[in-house]
């Protein structure tokens, strides 16, 4: 495995860092399709982009993308501060 010669701290980093990078990956691409990517086919997503019956799925995925993005970049910050502060010091 990659992470065999990183210490405890190191994989944490470096966990972090992707675990929010997937995080602000799906509320980009929820913010980008008004809420509803992750429901449906592309093709279904075409249908039902303006359809009144997705209204709350809609709101739902756009209440996520917000939620994210209020919260996650700062912990993405601090993971890359801190796997730039474990590159230059080791």
């Known amino acids: 495995m990659m992470l065999n010669h ?4 190191s994989t944490i980093v470096v966990a972090g860092i992707f675990v929010t990078s997937l995080l602000l990956l799906i509320a980009f691409l929820l913010r ?3 809420g509803l990517f992750l429901a449906r ?16 799925e809609r ?4 209440r996520f993308s917000a939620l994210v993005f209020r919260y996650v970049p700062p912990f993405f ?10 590159f230059i010091f080791k």
């Open 6 to 9: 990183l210490d405890t701290f």
């Open 32 to 34: 980008l399709t008004k």
């Open 41 to 56: 086919l592309p093709e279904q997503f075409k249908k039902d982009r303006y359809d009144p019956r997705f209204a709350k």
């Open 59 to 62: 709101n739902a995925g756009q």
């Open 77 to 86: 910050v601090a993971f890359a501060l801190l796997q730039l502060l474990l």
